[in-house]
């Protein structure tokens, strides 16, 4: 069964320093989100893309964050300069026609 | 963004069924009533979803009032491997359909 990569799986940074998550959606959808969990919360949606094009990034820190998928595949999500704050789960998820997002495993942030 | 309304945590015994409730007093007439859940240390995944009509698949059901105000997703029984996050959640069914996760209910259950 496809599923949605993401890695790494787990990131230690040290605050000011950069980082950045990778995604690779399952074959074939076009809608991809990044979300955000912190502990004991729900996840949180930073931006999401429909192909190439950001439809929503109205939740994302711009001043810090940034994302892109250039080719309408797979995705990169930034984050520069990394704060205490940005400790988290961050969260892939693809959808195809249907209703359903995939969610990947998550990369766990933690800044120190 | 219509929001949604679910107790922090719930006890279930094993093999027994489960009804996880959920309030959404402000949904709209296009919005659709999904159901995820999430295992510890794991993305969440979709359980069910539903517009008007009671649904049924292999994983739970879900009941959703006349009014549709409020939802129930239904396990027939639990399972410790049912010990999840559930989360209910409205998906705007205009635009870009997006959706928006609450902090939802943590089931656990009890061998």
Redesign the interface.
Known sequence: EAE?AQSPRYKITEKSQAVAFWCDPISGHA?LYW?RQIL??????LV?F?DESV??DSQLPKDRFSAERLKGVDSTLKIQPAELGDSAMY?C?SRGNS????????TRLTVT | DAKTTQPNSMESNEEEPVHLPCNHSTISGTD?I?W?RQLPS?????VI?GLTSNVNNRMASLAIAEDRKSSTLILHRATLRDAA?Y?CIL?DFEG?????????TKLQVIP
């Open positions: 949605v809608t979300y004991g919360q729900g996840p949180e949606l999401q429909q439809v929503d969260l998820a209703y359903e997002q995939y969610f990947g495993p998550g | 659709y999904h995820y794991q993305g969440p995944e979709y979803h996050v989360y998906r870009y359909q997006k959706v928006t996760f609450g902090t939802g």
